[in-house]
Structure formats: structure tokens, C-alpha cells
């Protein structure tokens, strides 16, 4: 089984101006994302507004991006529900897309029950027969496991095949998370926008998974890790960081401006709720862009 490595941004869903979805602007960011390097691509995600899709939406989009990558990189589909039929449903979906794994949250209602979680993850990969990515985020979106519970899961249940680590410090959290489960895991990734990366690779992070609107430098911020060149891996990390502490408080808001302003989409409608940017935050924004211009395509 190929252990996925590198960038891999998670696929935000594009709407309309009336709330649709806009399957033509979802696939411009995806060919973006294959053409900025990315080693592969994560969807549906926290930032692809999973929880505000319905069920045929979720189905229908795993579909076009197996039809869409069309084999051109791994790709690894987001199966979480509160539902365990739901997230079969879902994982069998993407076994049937071509995904090369399947992420998945712990549901809140199993987070107390190390037998009914480690039951609902084997189901998932046995049905589907893909590996599992067992998804670690914090509370609300997540359950926050702690990590001898997370190395449990994975040694009762071989499907789970890696975890993306998400609870802060998650650099911290992979060196420990790593050491707790040993062979049991393949890989261990970083999330959180990218904000942590360069703590999560020193400590062993096979690969991360930002959102996606500055693909291109987290890609390159990764090739000049691997090859050596630290420094100037730190030196595009920081060039990011003003971006990043902005998306840390709009979430996919920022993610779709950044792509509105790129050129890739048509509208930044977003279903999730959280704040909206006025005029002035629109205006740092552009400031921002302008100081990345040089590392970042534009259409």
C-alpha cells in the first residue's frame, strides 16, 4: 500500500452566487492544485464545508473528482458522519472513485467508547478496502482523542493506516503519536491551514493538508525541505504566516477570497457560518496577495 507524502490540499466545494453548487469553478481550483505541484488532494474536508452538503452532493462530487483527477494523482476522500451508514455509504463511494484512502472523524457519539469507535473505523475499511486516515481534530469539529486512545484504535484495527493530527501543539502530538503506535501506523500528517508545518516536518510529518489557496508555495516550502534547503523552506514559510493568522479567523471565507482574487472562481459564496470580510479586511487582503505575487499563479 503506497503511503501518501507531501501536500496534499484539502478541495474546497465552490458555489454559486445563489448557493449551488458550481461544479465547473470546483474543477478549476482542483486542475490549480495539480498544477501547483501537489503531490495529491483531500475531499470533501472540514474546509470543504463537508457538514453543510447533503448526502447526494457528497456522492456526486466523489464521483466527478475520481472522473476529474482521472488517475493524474492519489487522491483521498473525506468520509466523516455522525452516522455509521452514512460513512460506509460514503467510504464505498470513494472505493468506487479510485480514492487511495478515506478520511474520517470519530463521530461525538462513539468518542467515550473505544469498542464502538475501533467497530465503526473497521467497518469502514472493510467494507470499502481502503485505508483509513483517521482524522484527529479538536472540539467543536472534532472529538480531540487523546493520543493513547488514537494508538489503540490503531493497533486494534488494522484499516487505520494513518492519522491526520489536528489538536494542538500538533507538533508535539506527532512526535508522541508516533512513538505511541509505532509500526502500527504508516504516516502521521499535519493540518491546521499549514500554520505549524515547519515544526511538523522536523518532527517526521509524512506530508500536510492546508487548504488550498496557496498551494504553490506550500509545495514549494516542502521540496525545499526534502532537498535540504531548510532556510529557504523557512523563509516562504514566513513569507506566508500574515495570510495564514487571517485565515485562522475567516476559514474558508479566506480560502475562497483568495481564489476569487486569483481569478479561479466566480463567487466566494460560502453555506458554512463564521465572519465575513468587509471593506478594510478586503483591503488587507489585497496587501497581503500583492507581497506573495511573485510565488503565486495567477489567472
Known sequence: MTVLTGVLPILPTIFAADGDLD???TRRVLEDVINSGAHGVVFPGLASEYDHLTRDERLRMTARLGEWVAGRVP????????GVEDAVRYADAAARAGAAA????????????????AAFYARIAESS??????????????????????AELARAVPGIRSVKEEAPPSGQRITR????????????Y?????????????????????????????????????SGHEDKARSL???????????????????????LRRGLIGSDFTRAPGP???ALDWHELDAMLARLKDLLPWA
Open 177 to 188: 503519536l508516533t512513538l505511541l503506535a509505532g509500526d502500527s501506523l504508516d504516516a502521521v
Open 237 to 259: 514559510y514566513e513569507r506566508t504566516l500574515p495570510l495564514l493568522t487571517m485565515q485562522a479567523v475567516f476559514r474558508w471565507r479566506l480560502t475562497k477570497a483568495v481564489l
Open 129 to 150: 478496502g481502503l485505508a483509513v486516515m483517521l482524522q484527529n481534530a479538536p472540539a467543536p469539529m472534532g472529538v480531540g482523542l487523546a493520543l493513547e486512545r488514537v
Open 102 to 117: 478515506v478520511m474520517v472523524l470519530t463521530p461525538h457519539a462513539l468518542a467515550q467508547d473505544l469498542g464502538a469507535m
Open 23 to 25: 461544479e465547473a469553478g
Open 190 to 226: 499535519g493540518g491546521a491551514g499549514a500554520r505549524h508545518l515547519m515544526d511538523e516536518l522536523a518532527r517526521g510529518a509524512q506530508g500536510t493538508m492546508p487548504a488550498c489557496e496557496i498551494s504553490a508555495l506550500h509545495v514549494a516550502m516542502v521540496d525545499a525541505w526534502r
Open 276 to 278: 465575513a470580510l468587509d
Open 75 to 82: 487522491f483521498v476522500i473525506g468520509a466523516s458522519s455522525a
